[in-house]
């Protein structure tokens, strides 16, 4: 009998939870592996009393595509590379946004960038977190003099050390620059050039890694030198490596920039919206700029006031104004640019 | 029961394995090879049916490139294998008290019981300059300095070996099992010595295991991701590594859709080449 009942308040109980949770909004999310982390999602969910479905992609082209093949509605909120807003609103992914509602005064001036996230006038994104491809180094290791120019990080001194970062939009940015060539400037006479530089730093490699592969290569002392690197690399290792840190070379670095928008056709607008509007306001900017995937600079200057004094540190927040004015936003190429850049890209590779 | 009462039956029972199969594998086939032959104008998806991709896989040496290293890696790795599986195989089979034979397999597929992902990193790190091949070699003195192994082809083949090994011990055990002691008595008989006794009975009657598991290592290995991600370190590139990239930013799903037609194509001839021995209900 006893059993019966404990039988019975189970069902009763787990039915209850599953009408619950049916109940509960849902919100459908497409992001970077950053928006993933509970500490940043979950405050919103008990605020709203709303479940937040998230799927992590990599590559605007991957992304595009699965919207593309989605039903209106199966999407809300999209996260995408700062420069391939143009390309969502292109495809008719993205909604406008009423930016109005959004604390964009409160942003960094540099990394508004409303030129990156608006089409014709009209706004669908804002950032929301920004970092730079520079390059991560292990202090224990190198000469930290010669992490302050390009040209010696991936000269002969660093061969076999050095790991390059496994994007070719960012590296071929870093070769640019040490080339003299603006990020926002290059166009297919440059190619030759940046590649040489490519070829140089590939000679010198000992690998080409993504985000994990490069982390655990600074890690176990397989390399020294992360080309490429940032505070997104490194920062999460802080707390038990101080000796894998950053730096912006002086001739500078590539930023990126990540943005935040509504899917066209989404079912929860509203709710979109307020998820973006916690994303960008200083508590979400404080989560997200230290989720535990990676870390980054919040859009939102009022984060600081959120974030540790040690986190802070981490993120080099009083060195923005210096680091801001001394970096490009990687290069946004049209689709044929892009498609010459890739194939160099691979030839330096198969090298 | 009459024939077409047992027609209608024997369609039942097949439909759905063919409607599976239709759904899962002959429509998406279709597809792709249709997407194949559609171009890329900018960023913008153009079904005009032309063998450009195709053309382009002979232009760009890249591409060229990555269909000459995954053939190398893969008839590596698949060599390799069956070098170190069929004594393994031997062993288990003929040396390993029959009681224990079954702990014996169960230890020698252990490592599929981890995540390939997982298993791929921990290679990566037992290959790395600080870890332990290095660190053994240095305290043995056969090395002063680390000498680089992960990220490396020889990362790639080693994660690879690692796993169809494995493999390819299941197939020739389940071959060497089935043989009649018989076979060998009577070949010692005639006067033949151990070695010829393997060479001229043995080995020709367990060809069928070894080429199966060779075939499925081909077309696991060939088509495989994940460890010359983790484990090459992009030092070169493999044809899946290069439809990754063509699909991550550009989402150039034509040229990505031609070279997964050529890598089948490739797969096919291995098939061709290996039908004269493949059983697959050994398995």
Not at chain 1, 205 to 221: D, P, R
Not at chain 1, 312 to 340: F, G, H, I, M, S
Request: with cysteine; charged share 15%; net charge negative.
């Amino acid at each position: 009998m006893k059993c019966m009942r404990k039988i019975l308040l189970s069902t009763i109980s787990m039915v209850a939870v599953a009408s619950n949770a049916a109940a509960k909004d849902e919100l459908n999310a497409l992001v970077w592996c950053d928006h993933t982390d509970p500490a940043l999602i979950e405050p919103f969910e008990t605020e709203h009393n709303v479940k937040v479905n998230l799927r992590e992609y990599e590559g605007t082209g991957a992304a595009l595509a699965l919207l593309e093949q989605s039903r209106p509605g199966d999407w809300d909120v999209l996260v995408i590379d700062g420069i391939d807003v143009f390309r969502a609103v292109e495809a008719g992914i993205l909604a406008p946004l009423a930016v109005d509602e959004l604390p964009t005064a409160d942003f960094f001036p540099e990394v508004v960038m409303a030129e990156n996230n608006s089409v014709d006038g009209v706004t669908y994104a804002v950032t929301e977190k920004f970092g730079y491809n520079t390059v991560s180094y292990n202090s224990s290791k190198v000469d930290q003099s010669d992490m302050e120019d390009l040209s010696t990080i991936w000269s002969d001194k660093y061969n076999g050390r050095i790991s390059i970062y496994d994007y070719y939009l960012p590296v071929m940015g870093l070769a640019a620059i040490a080339e003299g060539i603006p990020t926002a400037k290059i166009g297919s006479s440059d190619l030759d050039q940046i590649g040489d530089v490519l070829s140089i730093m590939r000679s010198n490699a000992a690998s080409v890694a993504g985000v994990v592969a490069a982390q655990t290569a600074l890690a176990t002392g397989e390399v020294d030198i992360v080309v490429g690197g940032g505070e997104w690399l490194t920062a999460v290792l802080a707390g038990e490596r101080p000796e894998l840190t950053w730096t912006i070379p002086k001739e500078g670095a590539v930023r990126w920039a990540q943005s935040i928008g509504v899917v066209e056709g989404s079912k929860n607008s509203d709710l979109a919206m307020k998820f973006i509007n916690y994303i960008v306001s200083p508590e979400g900017q404080a989560r997200l700029a230290t989720s535990s995937c990676f870390w980054g600079m919040p859009a939102n200057a009022k984060a600081g006031d959120i974030l540790t004094d040690d986190q802070k540190a981490v993120l080099r927040w009083n060195q923005q104004p210096d680091y801001l004015a001394l970096t490009q936003l990687y290069p946004a190429p049209d689709a044929d640019l892009d498609a010459e850049m890739q194939d160099l890209w691979l030839e330096t590779l198969q090298q | 029961m009459n024939h077409a009462k047992q027609r209608i039956m024997g369609w039942g029972f097949v439909a759905p394995a063919l409607l599976w199969t239709m759904a899962f594998f002959v429509l998406p086939f279709v597809v792709m090879g249709a997407m194949s032959l559609a171009t890329m104008k900018g960023r913008t998806l153009i079904w005009d049916l032309s063998l450009a991709n195709y053309l382009e896989l002979a232009e760009k040496a890249y591409l060229w490139r990555a269909i000459v290293v995954s053939l190398e890696i893969t008839l590596t790795v698949t060599l390799v294998s069956i070098i170190l599986a069929y004594p393994l195989a031997w062993i288990i089979a003929f040396r390993v008290p029959k009681h224990w034979q079954r702990l014996a397999l169960l230890l020698s597929i252990l490592p599929f019981w981890t995540s390939y992902v997982v298993r791929s990193y921990a290679w990566l790190l037992v290959l790395a300059r600080e870890g332990m091949v290095n660190n053994t070699l240095i305290s043995l003195g056969l090395i002063g300095d680390p000498i680089t192994i992960a990220n490396t082809r020889f990362a790639t083949v080693t994660g690879f070996v690692h796993f169809f090994v494995m493999l390819l011990t299941l197939t020739i055990y389940a071959n060497l099992v089935q043989l009649s002691p018989n076979y060998r008595r009577a070949a010692m008989d005639l006067g033949a010595n151990a070695l010829q006794t393997f060479r001229h009975v043995i080995l020709p009657l367990t060809l069928p295991g070894v080429v199966t598991g060779a075939f499925l290592t081909f077309v696991l290995c060939i088509g495989d991701y994940v460890t010359p991600q983790i484990l090459g370190g992009n030092t070169e590139l493999t044809v899946p590594q290069v439809i990754m990239v063509q699909l991550g930013r550009r989402a150039d799903f034509p040229l990505a859709s031609a070279l997964a037609i050529v890598l089948m194509g490739i797969v096919s001839l291995a098939y061709i080449a290996s039908a004269r021995w493949l059983k697959l209900d050994r398995l």
